[in-house]
């Protein structure tokens, strides 16, 4: 029996895994930072610990939004992420900390005057998901008075994909150039037509006045 339901088990996870969603991790002072694909909390923490070369198990580790230090503990939580979103690895004792120089905003400070230093910040990310990626993607993450934070992402292609968006484009360019070719010969012909139709009805008229 325990081996029957240990079979449906790892069946039903296969057939009903959720989707691999694109996810980004640094280590905890923020000077290495991975790509990395992910459709679990489990199977997240697995691949940091194999991109950021951690001598520890998948569960001994902790994984925090490095924006603002929020502890993922779930996959339900995990999934209202957008995709990319900047993850910080936390082993055990460590704990989050922000950047140097990013004021974070908390809701008894709201009142606290402002201070010359703490006016804005933006940040560029430059990362690759894929190591096939030709020019990597960039992420902009711009903060103001460290109370509100835009990011902006922006994906670049694979060589395959960049070659097939080309092509596209080239086909789509190609077609409306002919479709132009084709209808501005049909106005050239009916403007050749008509003057052809207008000269003897014109020489006619004029014997007829005579």
């Given at each position: ?136 993607s960039l992420n902009v993450n711009a903060t103001f008075q460290g109370l509100y934070s835009v990011s902006a992402n922006f994906e670049c292609l ?40 207008w000269q003897p009805q014109r020489t006619e008229y004029k014997a007829s006045w005579n």
């Amino acid at each position: 029996m325990d081996t029957t339901s240990s079979f449906i088990k790892s069946v039903t996870k296969r057939v009903w895994s959720p989707p691999q969603r694109p996810f980004r991790v640094c280590c905890h002072n923020r000077e290495t930072r991975k790509g990395i694909t992910a459709g679990t909390l489990e199977e997240l923490q697995e691949r940091v610990c194999q991109a950021l070369l951690l001598s520890l198990s998948a569960g001994s580790l902790s994984l925090a939004c490095e924006e603002d230090g929020t502890e993922v503990d779930s996959d339900e939580f995990l999934m209202t992420l957008p995709n990319n979103t900047m993850l910080m690895a936390l082993e055990p004792g460590m704990t989050w900390r922000p950047q140097p120089g990013v004021v974070v905003s908390k809701s008894q400070d709201h009142n606290k005057p402002r201070t010359g230093r703490d006016i804005a910040r933006v940040t560029f990310d430059l990362y690759r998901i894929n190591p096939k990626d030709v020019f990597g993607s960039l992420n902009v993450n711009a903060t103001f008075q460290g109370l509100y934070s835009v990011s902006a992402n922006f994906e670049c292609l694979g060589p395959k994909k960049i070659i097939r968006e080309a092509l596209r484009v080239a086909s789509t360019l190609l077609h409306a150039a002919g479709r132009l070719l084709i209808t501005s010969a049909s106005m050239i012909r009916h403007i050749i037509e008509g003057a052809e139709l207008w000269q003897p009805q014109r020489t006619e008229y004029k014997a007829s006045w005579n």
